[in-house]
């Protein structure tokens, strides 16, 4: 993978994985690994980081940290219905409220200072309409004061290959390692970018609020988070168009990967510039 590889363990003690980080650093990593063991200790269903002997959750393979954690059970959807979208919007709002209690900080690595680092290394391979889109949002988006609205512990990268479903039932939530403390809102919008997209890259009123809805009925979203929603979904699309626009232009050497499609969120981006969206 881009940024791990995961092999799955099966032993007499049960099933596991084993994660090799490709990017982070053992310095890095303790963030993610105690938080997926707080929220796993608060009924958050997340892999469980399993501690060695010296009663240390990362280790060192081929050089590279790694650790094992607990194999969830379930598999993603790439069509989640209604019901599975109240589902995950009401896992996500309880994984927020569990989050609360986490104290470590981790400030969200792909925030503004990012954005504008890495728009220039992109702009080489847009066109003049793209160029003054991406422009355009940046600039907006540096005047935005998101410290306002509530904060704590997001996943930042809730797409549905990340969450693990049996039936309409949330069993899983994987692949922490873009965690970091931001809006919660934020969190929310790019779920909801993923989850409750027709195909036509628009947001399926429906679902969206069956999963705004769900959230809210958790953790309540409050009047400066309503005001703050459209913005924070183009937020969401322009930090997934930028980050993929960088994959496919500007691979790592030797980087073996399937770059995800940056037209699709430069599709949605245009589309939440257009519409007003719906809230609960």
Same mark, same amino acid.
């Given at each position: ?5 995961? !092999? ?12 090799? &980080? ?9 963030? /993610? ?12 269903? =997340? ?8 009663? $240390? ?15 969830? #059970?379930?598999?993603?959807? #790439? ?63 540096? $005047? $935005? ?5 509530? $904060? ?7 797409? @549905? ?15 922490? /390692? &873009? ?6 809102? /934020? ?8 989850? =409750? ?17 769900? !959230? ?6 409050? *009047?400066? *988070? ?13 930090? &997934? ?13 030797? *980087? ?10 430069? @599709? ?13």
């Amino acid at each position: 993978g881009i940024e791990n590889t995961n !092999y799955f363990v099966t032993t007499s003690n049960g099933r596991f994985v084993l994660t090799l &980080f490709e990017k982070l650093t053992a310095d890095e990593l303790p963030f /993610y690994l105690n938080l997926m063991a707080h929220l796993a200790r608060h009924g958050i269903p =997340c892999p469980a980081p399993m501690a060695n002997r010296h009663n $240390q959750f990362l280790g060192i393979l081929k050089d590279k940290p790694a650790c094992i954690v607990s194999r969830l #059970t379930g598999k993603s959807t #790439t069509a989640p219905n209604r019901t599975q979208c109240a589902a995950m919007g009401a896992m996500l709002g309880q994984m927020h409220i569990a989050g609360q209690s986490f104290t470590q900080i981790m400030p969200n690595p792909r925030a503004a200072a990012w954005r504008a680092a890495t728009a220039p290394h992109v702009k080489p391979f847009l066109d003049a309409a793209q160029s003054a889109l991406l422009d355009s949002e940046i600039t907006l988006h540096a $005047q $935005q004061n998101l410290a306002a609205l509530p $904060q704590g512990v997001i996943h930042a990268d809730l797409f @549905r290959d990340n969450v693990l479903l049996t039936d309409n039932r949330v069993g899983g939530l994987i692949d922490f /390692y &873009f965690a970091c403390t931001d809006a919660l809102l /934020y969190d929310v919008a790019i779920t909801v970018n993923d989850w =409750c997209m027709g195909s036509d890259d628009r947001l399926d009123t429906t679902l969206a609020q069956s999963f705004l809805r769900a !959230y809210h009925a958790v953790r309540p979203l409050q *009047e400066n *988070e309503r005001a703050a929603w459209p913005l924070m979904l183009r937020l969401a699309a322009l930090r &997934f168009w930028l980050s993929r626009l960088f994959d496919l232009h500007l691979p790592r050497d030797g *980087e073996l990967i399937h770059a995800h499609d940056p037209l699709h969120f430069e @599709r949605i981006l245009n589309n939440h510039i257009a519409t007003t969206p719906v809230w609960i």
